[in-house]
Nanobody
Framework: VQLQASGGGLVQAGGSLRLSCAAS????????MAWYRQAPGKQRELVADLTSGGITNYADSVKGRFTISKDNAKNTVFLQMDSLKPEDTAVYYC?????????????WGQGTQVTVSS
């Protein structure tokens, strides 16, 4: 399974970005999708996740501003980020847990930089 993340960039505070993460390969089903982020000098943290049943979970710091969603037909997960703040600056990573012909396992995307200027 390969993940291709895109959509990061530089934006002013209050702006919006939409991240995408497309999974490719021999995938039977995606059981779980998530976005994490890691700011310089900090540990990687969970931003939002989404189960195959459609249950979402958000970090307190992004509730009401970020929305995670998916396109099952394209095996793609999105993160819509609105009302961005400088403290949202980080490298954002997607993570999926998938079922394939070879079994069930997790996979990380390569990361995409999000920079929010004040």
């Amino acid at each position: 399974v390969q993940l291709q993340a895109s959509g990061g960039g530089l934006v002013q505070a209050g702006g919006s970005l939409r991240l995408s993460c497309a999974a490719s390969g021999s995938i039977f089903s995606i059981e779980y999708m998530a976005w994490y982020r890691q700011a310089p000098g900090k540990q990687r943290e969970l931003v939002a996740d989404l189960t195959s049943g459609g249950i979402t979970n958000y970090a307190d710091s992004v509730k009401g501003r970020f929305t995670i969603s998916k396109d099952n037909a394209k095996n793609t997960v999105f993160l819509q980020m609105d009302s961005l703040k400088p403290e949202d600056t980080a490298v954002y990573y997607c993570y999926v847990y998938v079922t394939t012909p070879g079994g069930t396992f997790g996979s990380w995307g390569q990361g995409t930089q999000v920079t929010v200027s004040s």
